[in-house]
């Protein structure tokens, strides 16, 4: 068995949507690690670009681009970037997302909001998806990883919208594995409770004794350990898997309740 190429990223070119901070960040470190030609979109442009100024030091290959992904003409722009900065697309991580960490008491949250997050956590994915397809099927290699999360199996209040919205980010995972197969594999990655500054704007001592209680390897997620995930389905070495998503949550259940 030839283990040379398994996890061989180099001249393959990988979107990363939030790409500036948090687990966003530990991926286009991870990728660009292994070769690949990174692009950092963000919302935050001078956060994208710090983040690729860090890993072209490196020794990598980055460009920062700024992206809302709600605008449509934004994610053609990074696609049209991307394909312009490095010939073609083969990996897409569709990071960016919103919502969520109980601030969505149903009482309280109006329906402009709860769209607002699928329009963030759903459409702008399924878009990108859309976008970048015809590049990889070009280039005969493609691998989509889309960002799910444990809320969209476990059930906690005050999540509703954040929570369904990853659900649905899963089955259009697995359906979207047969419109575009078998030059694209399309699979989903869905984080426990991972250290990042959204988590710690919520988490308290109390809710991370709790949160350990059910986690058999008695610590919280760090970003790199969601990339090494995504590292996974990025790299040849996955060849044979599409459809699939993948839960890293220190093998039990983190919630805020």
């Known amino acids: 068995m030839d283990i040379s190429n398994l996890f061989d990223l180099n001249g393959k070119t990988a979107i990363i949507t939030g790409g500036a901070a948090g687990i ?24 994208a670009q710090q983040t690729a100024d860090e890993i072209n030091q490196d020794g990598g290959n980055a460009l920062a681009i700024e992206c809302d992904v709600t605008k449509d003409e934004a994610l053609v722009n990074l696609v ?8 073609g697309i083969h990996i897409l991580v569709n990071n960016v997302g919103g919502g969520g960490a109980g601030k969505e008491s149903s009482d309280q949250i109006a329906v ?8 963030m956590n ?10 970048v397809a015809p590049h990889m099927k070009s280039a005969g290699y493609g691998s989509i990883i ?15 919208a954040y929570a369904s919205s990853k659900a649905a980010v899963n089955h259009m995972t697995k359906n979207l594995a047969f419109d575009y197969g078998p030059e694209i594999r399309v699979n989903a990655v ?17 809710i991370e004794r709790n949160m350990l209680k059910h986690t058999p390897l008695q610590r919280l997620g760090e970003p790199e350990d969601i990339a090494g995930a995504v590292l996974y389905f990025a790299a040849p070495i996955s060849s044979w898997t599409s459809g699939q998503v993948l839960f890293v949550n220190g093998g039990g259940v983190q919630t805020l309740d």
Request: positive net charge.
């Open 122 to 131: 759903v459409f702008s994915m399924w878009r990108l998806c859309q976008l």
């Open 146 to 160: 889309n960002m799910s999360s444990m809320a969209s199996i476990n059930t906690s209040p005050a999540i509703s």
């Open 112 to 119: 402009s909001q709860f769209a607002k997050v699928f329009e």
């Open 24 to 47: 966003g960040r530990a991926c286009c470190q991870m990728l660009a690690a292994y070769g690949a030609y990174v692009v950092v979109a963000d919302y935050n442009f001078s956060a």
């Open 80 to 87: 049209d970037a991307a394909v312009s900065k490095y010939g």
């Open 190 to 206: 869905g984080p426990g409770a991972v250290r990042t500054h959204a988590l710690s704007t919520v988490l308290t001592p109390e």
